[in-house]
């Protein structure tokens, strides 16, 4: 059975003026859409909150190493599923999306899917029922 005692964490940081990497040991892996506030970098990456986009592990002999990236801003699930639909369509190339920043593309995918929106739901209209007299 393969276990580590020896655990190191690597926390990619994509900034709006430029990304960072740094070596750290973490108390808990953080998982996908959890926030970090990294203020620390406020002054390297032009932003303090983030999101975990991405933890991968790497196994070698004698130790585990946790690859945690993370991205400027805040978790919005909504978004997440758009960006990964339009990735998943070809219509937003990695290169464009860092071109972009977040915020652009938030909305450059709410332009490209606002047509598609589904039609309003049809308003519930109860049954009428006959009403008859006891005598």
């Not at 986009?53 to 990236?69: A, G």
């Not at 070809?90 to 995918?109: A, V």
Request: glycine share 8%.
């Amino acid at each position: 059975m393969l276990q580590y005692t020896n655990v190191e964490h690597i926390v990619h940081v994509r900034g709006k003026q430029d990304g960072v990497s740094f070596l750290c040991r973490l108390p808990i892996i953080p998982r996908v859409g959890e926030g970090l506030e990294l203020w620390f970098l406020m002054g390297e990456t032009g932003e303090g909150a983030y999101y975990v986009e991405d933890v991968r592990y790497e196994l070698s002999d004698d130790k585990m190493l946790v690859i945690v990236s993370v991205r400027p801003g805040y978790f919005d699930a909504y978004f997440w599923q758009l960006r990964a639909r339009a990735k998943f369509e070809g219509k937003l190339p990695y290169e464009l999306e860092d071109e972009m920043g977040e915020y652009r593309t938030q909305d450059y995918l709410r332009k490209l899917y606002e047509s598609s929106r589904p039609a309003p739901a049809p308003t519930y209209t109860p049954p009428t029922i006959p009403f008859k007299r006891r005598r």
